[in-house]
Every structure is written in structure tokens, then in C-alpha cells.
């Protein structure tokens, strides 16, 4: 148990030596902070409006994940950041799908084969 808590503690004390917590900034940040490193294209929101009543300020980004769109959004209490999360709006079989129909061509299976499969 004290080998335990030693590791622990160890890995703690050397976690900020990591740099970012979230993409490109660290937990605590300012909103001004996280809009200057991610850019003035957000939309701005409250907890309400993302039922989270906790948060204060939510800034939502329109961001590509690799190659699927969704949203990006930081999380704010008096306005420090606590939370990042990512929300992809395509589903994700289509888009494998649609990439394997680019690659290989038109499937020699129906969508209703696809069906049975989910």
C-alpha cells in the first residue's frame, strides 16, 4: 500500500511536466486564453443552453476530427477551464462506409445485409 501511494504521488508531483490537459491548453485556463490559441470562431453559450448548469461560459468550435466534422467545446466555472469535450456529427459506420465505396467501389453487399450486421 505505501509503494502504492509512493507511485502515486511521484506520478502527481511529475504530471505538469505533460504540458497541455486539453488539446492546446491546460486545465484552468481563462476563456481569453483558450479563444487566443483556438481562434475567434466559437459561438458562446451558457450551461443552460448545453444542460450543464454548473458551467458558467461554453465556447463551441466547429472543428474537422481527422477527417469527420463535429464540435469542440471548453467548459467554464468563473471562468476557468474544467472541462473539453469533443461531439463528431457524422456517424461514424456511414462514414467508413462511404470511405470504403471511395476506395474499393460500389460493395457487392446491400444496406439491408449492413442491417443484420448492427
Known sequence: MKKLLLISLILLSIYPLF???FRKVSWGATSSQV??????DFEQ???EDI?????DIALVYKR???VMDGFLFYL?????LVGGMWN???DPKQFVLNALKQKLGKPTFTDKDLETLT
Open 19 to 21: 504540458g497541455q490537459d
Open 76 to 80: 467554464f466555472v468563473k471562468d476557468k
Open 35 to 40: 479563444i487566443k490559441i483556438e481562434g475567434n
Open 88 to 90: 463528431i456529427t457524422e
Open 51 to 55: 444542460e450543464m448548469p454548473l458551467v
Open 45 to 47: 453559450g451558457t450551461g
Open 64 to 66: 474537422k476530427f481527422g
